[in-house]
DNA sequence: GGAGTGAGTTGGGATCTCCAACTCACTGTC
DNA sequence: GACAGTGAGTTGGAGATCCCAACTCACTCC
């Protein structure tokens, strides 16, 4: 009764978004290209694998299809809230690459509200203190069916 | 001279560790799952494609391999820094996984020290206050060169 | 009338994944 | 001392994906 991979979260987004370019296509929105030759320049990916991305992430409710110009009709990807929502996961996955994976300054930056260029962090919702991986256990843990 | 795709370090960060299963084998350790098999199990990753997706992450320094039998020589995968340190990208995945993706209760559950379930929010390091995408401007963003 | 653009679609080859079976070096069991 | 079991891979072949260039179609602009 505990066979089968685990079931979790983490698996079930990368369902979503974890295939190849599917990320980056939601950077290039977040960055502000909304259209398909922009996200296809600005990723590198090839236009039909585009297609097929930017098709499945409109059918999971992370992007919509926003007509921009009828004749002939045009359309823009706009996140949803799904999306918008994803803003801390690629956040904290530049700030990562940008510390260990890129080398020389960070080729991306942003500067936040309150003057600063962003750095973000990740804390507990509850008392505010960043997170450590020596401060949490895991509660509970369950498994998908296994097949056998 | 602004041709070819945008240099980021989101999309080189997914060089690293976006590939299929990384992730999932990379939480697998995360949990405590340290060795080979059990990392096939609680991932459902085929063990060709383990071997080689653990093999790539030793390399990048992400993980470690470290004896833990000698006879015959066995090892187990250890996070580095830079493996710890993807703790906080894990965290808002699962996060954005389970109110977005997973359907029912989060099947994964931690408590944080402070005693509360952990719920990750993503803060400015400068501020401290939680960061909204409407409070973040783009400063400065590279490209690779094109290749035409 | 012809070049240009935006958003795809199509075809074919190269690459990657999946799965089951196999290996190898042991350990413990009768 | 023969045999089942385990841990950590490796190998081979079929099938699924991906990449790329070329093509389409519906326009607009000159």
Redesign the interface.
């Known amino acids: 009764m505990t ?14 978004i ?3 370019w599917s ?2 296509a939601l ?2 929105v ?3 290209a909304r259209r398909f030759d922009q996200i296809v ?4 990916a090839s236009r039909d694998i585009l297609t097929a991305r930017l098709r499945k992430l409109v059918e ?3 992007l919509e299809k926003r007509l921009y110009e009828e004749h002939p009709p045009r359309y823009e990807y706009v996140l949803t809230e ?1 999306g ?19 080398e020389g300054p ?9 003057g ?14 960043p ?1 450590r ?1 020596k ?8 498994r998908r069916a296994g097949s056998s």
Chains 1, 2 share one sequence.
């Open positions: 066979e089968g991979p685990r079931d979790c979260s983490i698996a079930n987004a990368m369902e979503v974890g295939e190849r990320l980056l950077r290039e977040f960055f502000g320049r600005n990723t590198g999971t409710g992370i799904a918008h929502a994803l803003n801390h996961v690629l956040l904290n996955l530049m700030a990562w690459g940008d510390r260990y994976v890129t960070p080729p991306t930056v942003w500067r936040h509200t309150c600063e260029e962003l750095a973000p962090e990740t804390v507990c919702a509850h008392c505010r203190e997170v991986e401060d949490m256990t895991l509660v509970r843990s369950s």
